[in-house]
C-alpha cells in the first residue's frame, strides 16, 4: 500500500496522508514529478506504457514520472522513479527544472488524476538502450523531435497519453526557447 500526501487547492500541504489509489478514487489532489529525458541526438525520449497498466496502457507518456510518496520530496522521487521505472541512476546536478503545472484529467473508471506536477529535463543524453524495464511499467522507449510530440499532441493522436496542462505549457516554453538544454526542434 502506498501512501501519498494529500494538498489543498491552494497548493500547499493538507496535513493528510492517503492510500493513493483512494486519493485517485476520489480525485484529490496530491504531487508527482515528470522528468523528459532526451537521447544523443537531441530529440526527447517517450516511454510506451506497459499494457497492464491502468491508466493509459500501451500510450506514449513522459520518459518518466511518478507521485510524491508520503514524505518524500521531488528529488527523491525523481531518483526512485528513474531507478524503478527505467533502470537508471541519474546525476541529480544534470535535472533542468522547467515548471509546475495542474494537471486533472479522468483516467476511467476509480482514477481522477488531480495533481501538482513539476516537469525537469536531464540534460545530460541517454541511450534507450541503456535503460532497462524491470518493474513492467514501462514496455519501450521511442525518440522523436520535438516538434513531432507537438503535431501529435495538437492532432490529439490517440497514441498519446491525453495531459494537457504539461504538453501545452511544455511547448509554449519550446516555442520561445526552441534548443533549450539542447534539444533539436
Known amino acids: 500500500m502506498e501512501e501519498i500526501d494529500l494538498y489543498l487547492e491552494s497548493g500547499l500541504p493538507a496535513g493528510q496522508r492517503m492510500e493513493k489509489d483512494l486519493a485517485h478514487e ?45 514524505g ?15 533502470g537508471l541512476s541519474l546525476d541529480l546536478c ?18 481522477i488524476e488531480n495533481e501538482i506536477v513539476d ?4 540534460k545530460t543524453p541517454i541511450r534507450p538502450q541503456d535503460c532497462s524495464f524491470a518493474d513492467g511499467e514501462v514496455s519501450g522507449l521511442t525518440a522523436l523531435p520535438w516538434r513531432e510530440i507537438q503535431a501529435l499532441w495538437r492532432k490529439k493522436d490517440p497514441s498519446l497519453v491525453p495531459y494537457e496542462a504539461q504538453f501545452a ?17
Open 26 to 70: 476520489r480525485g484529490l489532489l496530491h504531487r508527482a514529478v515528470a522528468v523528459w529525458l532526451q537521447d544523443e541526438e537531441g530529440r526527447l525520449i517517450l516511454q510506451r506504457r506497459s499494457e497492464s497498466k491502468l491508466f493509459a496502457p500501451n500510450l506514449l507518456d513522459i520518459s518518466f514520472a511518478g507521485h510524491l510518496r508520503a
Open 72 to 86: 518524500e520530496n521531488a528529488a527523491e522521487a525523481i531518483l526512485r522513479e528513474a531507478q524503478e521505472e527505467l
Open 94 to 111: 544534470a535535472l533542468q527544472y522547467l515548471f509546475s503545472c495542474r494537471d486533472r484529467f479522468d483516467g476511467g473508471p476509480h482514477l
Open 119 to 122: 516537469l525537469y529535463l536531464y
Open 169 to 185: 505549457f511544455l511547448f509554449q516554453l519550446l516555442e520561445r526557447e526552441p534548443s533549450l538544454g539542447g534539444l533539436k526542434p
